[in-house]
Antibody
Framework: QVQLVESGGGVVQTGMSPRLSCAAS????????MHWVRQAPGKGLEWLAL????????IYTESVKDRFTISRDNSKNTLYMQMNNVREEDTAIYYC?????????????WGQGTLVTVSS | DIQMTQSPSTLSASIGDRVTITCRAS??????LAWYQQKPGKAPVLLIY???SLQSGVPSRFSGTRSGTQFTLSISSLQPDDFATYYC?????????FGQGTKVEIK
């Protein structure tokens, strides 16, 4: 079955550069576009970034595009998010999600999330 | 960015009730809309894609419709497992955006 397992979260200080990972299994990772979505404590969902199946296309939301970098290693079935110069407002649960196999968009599988807490 | 406005923010209902949640897009998104269910401490789960297509494994009491830029998620007969927060999400244009969520509570 499809599994997505995020890691790399924790408590970090403002200005630091944590890297999140998402280990994928149970499907052909190299065939799917992947995404990062976050959720601040008690708040709604915010889409952050997309990376195409081969890594050639990357799209970001404006609030992170100059600080976060999405990448993937298809040989390791792993998705990454490099977060630079984090701010307190980046405190959130970060989910990786797979592009829907049946729809033009949307996410048909999600990881359990990893919590990043940014503290000054 | 395309704004997605959900209503209501909170909904109180009883087991067996028919429940309707509305999501309005700030511009046309064709039928490029999904609905998700999220329970506390869990990741969201895809319910509906392309506005009205039921994701595999999702109970048939869930349905979605579109009228112009207004979208509706309906639950025909609310079950105990359905008390959760529901989000709409557009994938017509980047950045993909979500509604603010509708919490369905027990009346």
């Amino acid at each position: 079955q499809v599994q997505l397992v995020e890691s790399g979260g924790g408590v970090v200080q403002t200005g630091m550069s944590p890297r999140l990972s998402c280990a994928a299994s149970g499907f052909t990772f190299r065939s799917y576009s992947m995404h990062w979505v976050r959720q601040a404590p008690g708040k709604g969902l915010e889409w952050l970034a997309l990376i195409s199946y081969d890594g050639s296309k990357k799209i970001y939301t404006e609030s992170v595009k100059d600080r976060f970098t999405i990448s993937r290693d298809n040989s390791k079935n792993t998705l990454y998010m490099q977060m630079n110069n984090v701010r307190e407002e980046d405190t959130a649960i970060y989910y990786c999600a797979r592009d829907s196999v049946v729809a033009t968009g949307g996410f048909d599988h999600w990881g359990q999330g990893t919590l990043v807490t940014v503290s000054s | 960015d395309i704004q997605m406005t959900q209503s209501p923010s909170t909904l109180s209902a009883s087991i067996g009730d028919r429940v309707t949640i509305t999501c309005r897009a700030s511009q046309t998104i064709s039928s490029w809309l999904a609905w998700y269910q999220q329970k506390p401490g869990k990741a969201p789960v895809l319910l509906i894609y392309d506005a009205s297509s039921l994701q595999s494994g999702v109970p048939s009491r869930f349905s979605g419709t579109r009228s112009g830029t207004q979208f509706t998620l309906s639950i025909s007969s609310l079950q105990p497992d359905d008390f959760a927060t529901y989000y709409c999400q557009q994938y017509s244009d980047y950045p993909w955006t979500f509604g603010q969520g509708t919490k369905v509570e027990i009346k």
